[in-house]
Nanobody, 116 residues
Framework: EVQLQAFGGGLVQPGGSLRLSCVAS????????MFWVRQARGKGFELVSD????????YYADSVKGRFDVSRDNAKNTLYLQMNSLKPEDTAVYYC?????????WGQGTQVTVSS
């Protein structure tokens, strides 16, 4: 069973930084692409970042490009999202997930609130 748990969220002031982590189990992490999505209150899901099995293949939404950095530690089955220069519009629940040719899975999210 795929299990994904994101943590590291919290309340941060505009311009601040947070690092999210996602611990994965139940599948072969090292050979699986991973992603971060977020959902602001009352809005749909937004794909924030995607990373292939090798971190040379990374995608970022235009809204976070240059501010967020995704990485993975295959030895620890852990995905990271370093978020810098945070803005109030980054406030959302952040989820990590994985996908294959047939389906996508994600776990419980972590709340990020950017406010002064």
């Amino acid at each position: 069973e795929v299990q994904l748990q994101a943590f590291g969220g919290g309340l941060v002031q505009p311009g601040g930084s947070l690092r999210l982590s996602c611990v994965a189990s139940g599948f072969t992490f090292s050979s699986s692409p991973m992603f971060w999505v977020r959902q602001a209150r009352g809005k749909g899901f937004e794909l924030v970042s995607d990373v292939g099995t090798h971190t040379t293949s990374r995608y970022y939404a235009d809204s976070v490009k240059g501010r967020f950095d995704v990485s993975r530690d295959n030895a620890k089955n852990t995905l990271y999202l370093q978020m810098n220069s945070l803005k109030p519009e980054d406030t959302a629940v952040y989820y990590c997930g994985t996908y294959n040719d047939h389906s996508a899975s994600w776990g419980q999210g972590t709340q990020v609130t950017v406010s002064s």
